[in-house]
């Protein structure tokens, strides 16, 4: 036999959740060709694997590249990671479909999350076609925005949607869908995501139902109404007739950590009555979003003209502070229950001497009261500014890790080195999140065997997804590998110190093409755009 690659020596662990054995991996082209302990051919490369876990690619189940892939198709803090895979589209946000003369609009939404984008397209088809003309170097899963849906119909106004409009959000789902889509997404702490009633939900839900489309959903509130929010998702899937997946399951808020056993009996309630609902995780007890989503959502109505208009108001501004300053000393949303100053952190702005500052320290700088320092900052920043949240408890993610419908998702962006020193503080999830399930949690605390950590990452999202011929080590299968040491996998990325790839990961296959080589990223467009 003659193959283009043979990994040689290693230990499999198949994705399927079944233990791990002794044998050897030939790929053909694209495809994994056999599995098999001492294979006997030639090869035009092989890999030495002996000491470490050959496993399929991990696969992404949460991801916002999406709005970078134009500017960094290689994705290379995720490749990194051992991810051939990435699900994109999430919470509300897609740059697709996109109504004439809404550009500023869009452009504007996705601005505070630091995108630079590039508005070639109007429906999601022709922004697929200009994704595959980059060439991204990992598989992409694609699903469209509810914001997107709403910006491209209603537009930025917290208004419901009139009968037409509903129906010209469905026409556009259903393009979105004929494109290759997989389903769509919620924010609903994200306007003009949030503006939908679940009765708008469960009709979008509907429309695809027939066609096996899938909802994932960033809930309505993760803090003191998770409960209500979680209900509110299941009741979207289990109406509208659709498999529905809870976006990065956490509890916000001190106050809100208690709710967890309750949050996971909702999902398992569910399935155990016959719905589909799975959720995912990153392992970390911090979120990062965009600094703006720590105002009401009354302030978002109209979009950022709007917006920055309301901050530059003294009334407004008062409104806002009434409304979020708890006891004086902490600021509630629902998104993020109660935090305190000092555990938000600027993680990204135009002004980089302030990356890393608490807003305490911020407010301690410039002698301002904290609220006040935050919304000058996003004044002064146009509502571009990438926070890091220190909101949530690490008993419950470890608790959410080890639930049997939950899954891995990094809800990160992919990032590269490239050369010089990189800017801001973003969340260590964009480097390190795989690593540490397979090295902190399934290794070092023995949360999980390494085989269900695995699985996580692999034959479960593949499930959810449908996917016919990836996630699993198979023959015929696609040739996505990931090949780590599992003695020394571990993250490298901390939230002072972020830009660094894990260590313990020398080798990373996506679609045949080796892509990491010995620790050293090499290839590159070497992934697909996934289609149903
Ligand atoms: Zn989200």
Same mark, same amino acid.
């Given at each position: 036999m003659t193959w283009s690659l043979l990994i040689r020596g290693g230990t499999v662990i198949d994705g399927s959740g079944s233990p791990r054995q002794a044998a050897d991996v030939a790929v053909e082209g694209e495809r994994i060709a056999a599995i098999a302990p001492r294979l006997e051919g030639h090869a035009d490369r092989v890999i030495d694997a002996s000491g470490h876990v050959v496993a399929p690619g991990f696969i992404d189940a949460h991801s916002h590249s999406d709005l970078f892939y134009?500017?960094?198709?290689s994705s290379e803090s995720k490749i990194r990671q051992g991810c051939t895979t990435e699900v994109v589209g999430m919470c509300s946000f897609s740059q697709a479909p996109i109504a004439p003369g809404r550009e500023a609009a869009v452009r504007d939404w996705a601005? @505070?999350?630091? %995108? @630079?984008?590039?508005?070639?397209?109007?429906?999601?088809?022709?922004?697929?076609?200009a994704l595959r003309q980059v060439r991204p170097s990992i598989n992409v899963v694609h699903f469209v925005g509810h914001g997107a849906l709403r910006l491209a119909t209603v537009g930025p106004e917290n208004r419901p949607v009139a009968p037409e409009d509903l129906r010209?959000?469905?026409r556009l789902l259903d393009e979105a869908m004929d494109a290759g889509a997989y389903g769509y997404s919620t924010?609903?702490?994200?306007?003009?995501?949030?503006?939908?009633?679940?009765e708008e939900l469960i009709a979008l839900a509907?429309?695809?139902?027939?066609r096996g489309g899938l909802y994932f959903s960033h809930v309505r509130g993760e803090s003191a109404m998770v409960e209500d929010s979680i209900r509110e998702a299941i009741r979207i899937g289990e109406e509208g007739g659709v498999g529905v997946e809870i976006a990065h399951v956490k509890v916000g808020g001190r106050e809100n950590w208690g709710k967890m056993d309750g949050v996971l009996r909702l999902i398992d309630d569910a399935r155990a009555r016959g719905v589909d609902v799975s959720g995912d995780v990153y392992p970390y007890h911090a979120g990062s979003t965009k600094m703006d989503n720590l105002l009401p959502a009354w302030v978002h109505d109209g979009g950022l003209p709007k917006l920055l208009e309301r901050l530059g108001d003294r009334a407004a501004r008062r409104r806002i502070t009434e409304e979020c300053l708890a006891g004086g000393e902490r600021w509630g949303t629902v998104s993020q229950g109660?935090?305190?100053f000092d555990e938000i952190m600027i993680a990204t702005c135009r002004q980089h001497e302030l990356e890393g500052l608490t807003l305490a320290a911020l407010a301690g700088q410039t002698g301002k009261a904290p609220a006040e320092a935050m919304m000058d900052l996003l004044l002064e920043e146009r509502a571009t500014v990438g926070m890091v949240s220190f909101s949530q408890n690490l008993d419950n993610v470890a608790k959410v890790l080890a639930h049997p419908a939950i899954m891995i998702g990094s809800d990160s962006i992919g990032l590269s080195e490239g050369a010089g020193p990189k800017h801001g503080k973003p969340h260590p999830r964009? *480097?390190?999140?795989f690593p540490r399930v397979l090295g902190e949690y399934a290794r070092d605390r023995g949360l999980f065997s390494l085989e269900t950590a695995v699985h996580k990452m692999t034959g479960m999202p593949a499930r959810r997804l449908a996917f016919k011929d990836r996630g699993l080590l198979r023959p015929g299968h696609a040739a996505d590998i990931a090949i780590f040491d599992p003695a020394t996998i571990r993250d490298e990325s901390t939230f002072p110190d972020p830009h660094h *790839?894990?260590?313990?990961?020398? *080798? +990373?296959? +996506?679609?045949?093409?080796? +892509?990491?080589?010995? @620790?050293?990223?090499?290839? %590159?467009?070497?992934?697909?755009?996934?289609?149903?």
């Open positions: 134009l500017g960094c198709p601005g @505070g999350i630091g %995108a @630079g984008i590039d508005l070639r397209w109007e429906t999601f088809g022709q922004y697929l076609e010209a959000m469905q924010g609903l702490v994200y306007p003009p995501s949030a503006y939908a009633p679940t509907r429309s695809m139902a027939r109660r935090v305190g964009m *480097y390190g999140t *790839y894990p260590a313990g990961i020398p *080798y +990373v296959v +996506v679609n045949g093409a080796v +892509v990491v080589d010995g @620790g050293h990223m090499r290839a %590159a467009g070497t992934g697909r755009v996934l289609t149903r």
